[in-house]
Each structure stands twice: as C-alpha cells, then as structure tokens.
C-alpha cells in the first residue's frame, strides 16, 4: 500500500502542530544565542571540500563557469569549514542553522537533507558548550511545551543538568573494557587488545575490522542504549584517534577534547576544543582521505583555504547539533520526517 504524502491535507493537519511546534522551538533557540551576544551567520553551501572524515559521504556538483570550464563542488556535510573562516576573520560568537547534505544515510533517525545548528566560541574552554547544551534542552523542551524528552518509551528531563561520563568510564561501565589499555602513550590504538576486549564483552569482531570499526560497534550495542536516559548525558574525552578536528586533551595526549550529548539514547551533538594547528590538522585528513579511499574507492580534496584560515584562527570551541533531531525528541515523535516541513524523501 502507497503511503500517504505528507501534503496530504488530511496528513498535514494532522503534522501541522508539531511543525508549528519546531519554528517556536527555533525562534526560542535564535533568541537564546542572540541574548547571550552570538551572530547568526549562513554559510555557503557549495564547498571544494564537503568535509574529510572516512565515514561522512557527500554529494558531489560541477560548477560550469561561463568560458566552459567545468569544476567539481561540494554539497556541504557540515558548515564548520566556513564557520571557522569567520572566526579567523574575526568573529568572535556565532551560529547558523544550516542546510547539510549527507550521503548513503537514512531512516527514522536518518535523512540526507537535514538542518544542523552549530555555534562557535572564540576563546573558550570546550566545557562552555556543555553549559550551553544544557540551557538548550530546556529551552527546547520549553517552546515545544514539553516536560520531558521522549523518543520509542525512553525519557529523559530536560531541566535536569547532564551527567558528564568519559568514554573510558562509559566503556568500563556498560561493557566492562578497559579503553585506555587499548591506546599507547601517545595514543596510537592498539586493535589486537581492543579485538581481545571485546570479544570478552561478547560482541562479534570480523578479520578485516580496524580499531575504529570495533570501538564504534562497542559504542552502539553496548554504551549508547544507556546514554541520556532520566536526564542527558554528556560523553567525553574521546580517543584523539576518533576525534580528526579536536585538539588533545592537556595532560592526557591519548584523548581530545571532544563531547558528544546524549537524550534518549539518541545522539544530538558533537563538540570540540578546535584544533587550530594546520599542519596537524593537514595530517589528520590525509590519514582520513586513505582510509576512506581504502574503504570506499574514493577520496575529497583539501579545503586549502581552510587549512590556512586555521593558522590565524583563535582558539575556539564549537559543536554541531541535528537541530531535526532536537525537535524530535522533544515533541516526541519517533521519525526524523514528521518534524520537517517538506520532508525530500517524501
């Protein structure tokens, strides 16, 4: 049976609160930035580089310049690249909401259009974007008016402040790993102990799985369910080897200083402590770039204009959030599409 189109106009009706429901969530959430004295600033959609992470996919254009000349662009996986050209330029707090384009994903939690909110601190510790997760889960959940966040018979307080777990503790916690046992001194991985690990832990390892595939399979099926649930959650100090834009934490170069916020069991946000060294930076896309030519047959160029930007930008700190996914929870729907106006899939 062929499902009803979202314009449907008994569907719409039906749709229609809870999209009201998303533009005062986003008013409210333009207000909050705006009093706290942020710049909402849009970004170009079209880049020369969609992004280098081995896993992120994109979609790929051509430019045709009036003499004929043809040149290859980008639909954007994420604004960062542009946003952090602003800050060199000399902005200091901003934040966009963002059209971004991802490739070969889909689903309930899922699209390949959708809207992400990012903001940018100049000068300011990465644990300042953790505070300011929280004012916007209340916030959220105020303009939807909502009490809890709620996503398939999970739940999670909004006005309650986040717990702060490391990835280590999470792994030690939920699946009984030692991860940091996994890393060497300067955080190089070791996949044999973490293979080890665990298939002690009962979860399934191919021959081929590289560190980063096992470290990801034990964060799905063993760490995540339990994130975010009651109240948010905050899961820190990742591996520097999963962590390609954030700089090492001070003290412990095995790990960055990058979070990821939790609802629900659903993941909202990813933040970092920026790494601002471009030639650090240039290294850790080219390591991106083979594993992704080795894994999918393909690779994205360098935004070279980036890499230079990084040199004169300050430091800073800057997270990006599925803004879809936001409303989701707290109107409590269970697809991403229900909260999207137009949604393409559709």
Known sequence: MTPTPWWDPVRHADRRPVLLARNRVKAAVRRLFEADGFLEVDCAVLQVSPGNEAHLHAFATERIHPDGRREPLYLHTSPEFAAKKLLAAGEDRLFTFAPVFRNREAGPRHASEFTMLEWYRARAPYEAL????????????????????????????????????????????????DLLATLDRAGAPDRDALVAAAEGAGLRVAFDDTWSDVFSRVIVEKVEPHLGIGRATVLCEYPVVEAALARPKPGDPR???????????????????????????????????????????????????????????????????????????????ARLAEVVWTPASE
């Open 255 to 333: 790990v960055a200083e990058r979070f990821e916020l939790y609802a629900c069991g659903v993941e909202l946000a990813n933040g970092f402590g920026e790494l601002t060294d471009p030639a650090e930076q240039r290294r850790r896309f080219l390591a991106e770039m083979d594993e992704k030519e080795a894994r999918y047959g393909e690779r994205y160029p360098l935004d070279e204009a980036f890499l230079a930007a990084l040199a004169i930008m300050p430091e800073a700190s800057g997270i990006a959030l599925g803004f879809d996914r936001l409303v989701m929870l707290a109107t409590g729907v």
């Open 130 to 177: 953790m505070e300011d997760c929280a004012r916007l889960l209340a916030t959220a959940a105020e303009a939807a008016g909502s009490t809890r966040l709620r996503h398939r018979g999970r739940e999670a307080d909004p006005f309650a402040e986040p717990e702060r777990l490391t990835v280590a503790e999470a792994f030690s916690r939920h699946a009984g790993i």
